[in-house]
């Protein structure tokens, strides 16, 4: 089973600022198969980037992801209010399994 | 736009069984592969199995091999997932997920909107 590792846990950032969280994997994952989620309370996940680096439909531009072999990033490029949330990375190329999530919180 | 809507919360006795449904509407029920991710209180995503809705075939996670069933009716355009022998860390937040398949990657672009399940004596 592929373990994902995010980085940090939490994350406490200011609107405007840049954010950068890691997704880290126990073992080498072709990036076509990297995705990230963003949760908000009392809600359901939402795709937010697929295949490592491209955008789901709706996503604004301030999201992007990049990496691969074993290493991922999400970045948002100037925080909105609205971004605040629990990010996930996951991979579904072998088997499927989640990261444990990284909380970005306003600071 | 595909909408995904899960039957109500349930509340069972450890030991038991629960079967919950996933209705979808907007797309082609037959070209759609369907995940069950579920959430226990404060906690992260885990995903449990899917199913190619079109050849009926599921797959498991591991963890709940020989516990889960899911299954899928094209006339109803409806998933169902059926986790046995319930215990208290079964309790969760039980989502189904549409996949949107690209090349062999299949990430969850279509989200239910959860079903609770508490299992309590």
């Known amino acids: 089973e592929i373990v994902l590792t995010q980085a940090p846990a939490t994350l406490s950032l200011s609107p405007g600022e840049r954010a950068t969280l890691s997704c880290r994997a126990s073992?080498?994952?072709?990036?076509?198969?990297l995705s990230w989620y963003q949760q908000k309370p009392g809600q359901a996940p939402r795709l937010l980037i697929y295949?490592?680096?491209t955008r789901a439909t709706g996503i604004p531009a301030r999201f992007s992801g990049s990496g691969s072999g074993t290493d991922f990033t999400l970045t948002v490029s100037s925080l909105q209010p609205e971004d605040f949330a629990v990010y996930y990375c996951?991979?579904?190329?072998?088997?499927?399994?989640f990261g444990q999530g990284t909380k970005l919180e306003i600071k | 736009q595909v909408q995904l809507v899960q039957s109500g919360a349930e509340v069972k006795k450890p030991g038991s069984s629960v079967k919950v449904s996933c209705k979808a509407s907007?797309?082609?029920?037959?070209?759609?592969?369907l995940t069950w991710v579920r959430q226990a209180p404060g906690q992260g995503l885990e995903w449990m199995g899917g199913?190619?809705?079109?050849?009926?075939?599921?797959n498991y996670a591991q963890k709940f091999q020989g516990r889960v069933t899911i299954t899928a009716d094209e006339y109803t355009s409806t998933v169902y997932m059926e986790l046995s022998s319930l215990s208290s860390a079964d309790t969760a937040m039980y989502y189904c997920?549409?996949?949107?398949?690209?090349?062999?990657?299949?990430?969850?672009?279509?989200w239910g909107q959860g079903t609770p399940v508490t299992v309590s004596s």
């Open positions: 907007g797309g082609n029920f037959r070209n759609f592969v």
């Open positions: 199913i190619n809705a079109m050849f009926g075939t599921a």
């Open positions: 997920a549409k996949s949107y398949c690209t090349g062999g990657s299949c990430p969850f672009d279509n």
């Open positions: 073992q080498s994952v072709t990036s076509y198969y």
């Open positions: 295949a490592a680096s």
């Open positions: 996951q991979q579904d190329y072998s088997s499927v399994s």
